[in-house]
């Protein structure tokens, strides 16, 4: 049984048009292994290779992955050192993959502070797939909500301060067109795998009304198929969005 045998269940006319992964649970999953934590980071890039192909195959418009947030500096430098390797590795190894299947490659966080080697790399594979239309892969990469909402601020700020922008002009696409995700639909589903039940800091602004869908598989582990299931459960939500639900 494949993960086509999933497409059954799904209803293709109504799939979401953003999916937002939090990548979490690679310690985990090494440790259960008695592996090193690195094990799992690097196991955790082949989830990610996956659900790109899926989210492709289906016309996904955006996925957007955690892979780094602005807590995770908190890290042991070894840890935060290998992870941007495992980075530069995974956009040496995609960028075929990604021109290929037509992806564009964007970034939502403070790439700049990243190391300039990586930065450079990012850059150079955003450059590389900006003409990409099919689909977008989000790397959130230096990420924090409430470090995006701050900047966003600020940003305002510094309008209204040069007479650009009226303060009662100020919408919420205005604070949407000031985020990391301008110009791309909020999350209709978001993933979570390794059994924790908490947002951390990721997507606040975007996820007002996303459906969450939390599972205890470990990123690693987390196939086709488990991402098949997660739309369809998404498919069997009710969106209300504070309106009167369907009639069952
Ligand atoms: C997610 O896996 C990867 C990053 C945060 C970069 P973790 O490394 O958080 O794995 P656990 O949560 O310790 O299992
Ligand atoms: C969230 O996972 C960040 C990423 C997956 C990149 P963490 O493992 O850092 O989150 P906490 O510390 O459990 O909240
Ligand atoms: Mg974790």
Not at 55 to 72: D, K
Not at 198 to 210: E, G, I, T
């Amino acid at each position: 049984m494949t993960y086509h045998s999933y497409f059954s269940q799904m209803d293709m006319q109504r799939l979401p048009r953003h999916i937002a992964v939090i990548m979490d649970g690679n310690g985990r999953w090494s440790q259960k292994r008695g592996m090193i934590r690195g094990m799992g980071h690097k196991a955790g890039a082949e989830s990610l290779r996956a659900a790109t192909e899926l989210c492709r195959e289906l016309n996904i418009e955006v996925l957007t992955v955690y892979a780094f947030s602005t807590e995770n500096w908190k890290r042991p430098a070894a840890e935060i050192e290998l992870l941007f390797k495992l980075f530069s590795q995974y956009l040496d190894s995609e960028i075929k993959t990604l021109l290929d299947n037509d992806i564009q490659l964007v970034a939502s966080g403070d790439i700049s502070a990243l190391p300039e080697a990586l930065h450079k790399h990012l850059q150079q594979v955003m450059d590389k797939t900006a003409h990409c239309r099919s689909m977008k892969l989000n790397l959130a990469l230096n990420y924090g909500g409430r470090q995006e909402l701050t900047r966003a601020m600020q940003n305002i700020a510094v309008k209204v301060q040069k007479g650009e922008l009226q303060p009662q002009d100020i919408s919420m696409d205005t604070i949407s067109s000031e985020l990391y995700t301008a110009g791309m639909p909020d999350p209709d589903l978001l993933i979570r795998p390794s059994g924790e039940l908490r947002l951390s800091n990721f997507l606040l602004w975007q996820c007002a009304y996303s459906e969450f869908y939390f599972d205890d598989v470990m990123w690693p582990d987390f196939g086709k198929e488990d991402l098949c299931r997660a739309i369809i459960a998404y498919q069997q939500r009710d969106r209300r969005f504070g309106a009167v639900g369907e009639a069952k």
